[in-house]
């Protein structure tokens, strides 16, 4: 049988335009190299534990459109992101609002908040010239040193001094006592994960798991009219040209035979001397009251062939390279590229959610 569509990838791209298809009376073929469906949303279950396998994943959009889409296929749980982070056993409240400035100073008022960082940015006269100088001359030197410095240095494995200032455009800082650290309408997490939102999508589509489209592409390509390409754009040419890099991240999972390891989903270590950058305590995403636990280091990875692909690096040769591939895809007049990994971007969820929905109702 020849197919409308074949869907290479079936993480929230290729899903959603799966679903999108399949409602316009469209076949789907979707290929997934992985041995399960839902890309990096995918989630694990440890004894009745929901585990985010690719790191915590908190929905938050703007987007009515798309808020209304997740809803649409899976009941949503409430969940506001409100992170603690650890600099040497001192606890301080995230994103940087009046409860981490009282933590930090013993202040309580916003105007007291403001005359010390005001005071700490003139550090940085001229224009910043790396990551340090950029980070002092937004928030001063004593948030940049707790909760900024080590923490950006273990995620990008080089001297803030030696990063370039770019990385960090703004650092939000709020006046007030508010730790809810997005400022989108809406907030949270599908009941049970995701899997059951991805099965949704994916109804009525065949999928082949384990199975990598790049191994075989002209005989893949032959069982569809038209290719919906989520995987690395580098890849699908061979790496020709070179190879994309991107940061990358080691999970270390743990069960814990106690009812609460940290008493919070997310917990940021921000010193030096600790080697990961986050805890995440799973349960805290639903609260399901078991008496178990689990809980997942982050570990940052630097570039590498072989390891998995998470954060796209940004700087002039990654970016150089991503256009000069971008040249061969428009080439490829019966293949689309979407989604992270093929459009070399960083995606939030709703945003790659967002970007399927407008793909479909281009070409569908
Ligand atoms: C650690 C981490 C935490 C995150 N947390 C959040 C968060 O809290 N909130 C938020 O909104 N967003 C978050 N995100 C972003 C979110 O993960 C992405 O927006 C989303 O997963 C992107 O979906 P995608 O379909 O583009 O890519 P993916 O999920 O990567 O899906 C691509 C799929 O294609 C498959 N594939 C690739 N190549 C091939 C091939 N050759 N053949 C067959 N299959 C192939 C892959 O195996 C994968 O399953 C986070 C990302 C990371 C890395």
Known sequence: MKYDYLIVGSGLFGAVFARRAMDAGKTCL?????????????CDDMEGVTVHTYGAHIFHTNDQRVWDFLNGYCDVHPFINSPIADYHGER????????????????????DAKAIIEKQRRAITGEPQNLEEQAISLVGTDIYEKLIRHYTEKQ????CTELPSFIIKRLPVRFTYDNNYFNDRYQGIPTGGYNGFIDALLKGADVRLNTDFNSDRACYRSLADRVIYTGTIDSFFDYCLGRLEYRSLRFETELLPI???????????????????RIIEHKFFEDQGQHKTVITKEYPVAPGEGREPYYPINDERNL???AQYRQLADKETDVIFGGRLAEYKYYDMDQVIASALNCAEEIL
Do not use: C
């Not at 979707?30 to 995918?42: I, M």
């Not at 301080?92 to 105007?111: A, C, D, K």
């Not at 990008?156 to 001297?159: A, I, L």
């Open 156 to 159: 990008w494995g080089r001297p």
């Open 259 to 277: 009812p609460s390891y940290q008493g919070t989903a997310v917990i940021n270590y921000t010193d030096g001397d600790t080697p990961y950058t």
């Open 30 to 42: 979707v290929l997934e190299k992985r041995a399960h469906t839902g890309g990096n949303v995918h």
């Open 92 to 111: 301080y409240n995230l994103p940087f609002n009046m409860n981490t400035f009282h933590q930090m100073w013993g202040i309580t008022e916003p105007e």
């Open 320 to 322: 150089t390279l991503y």
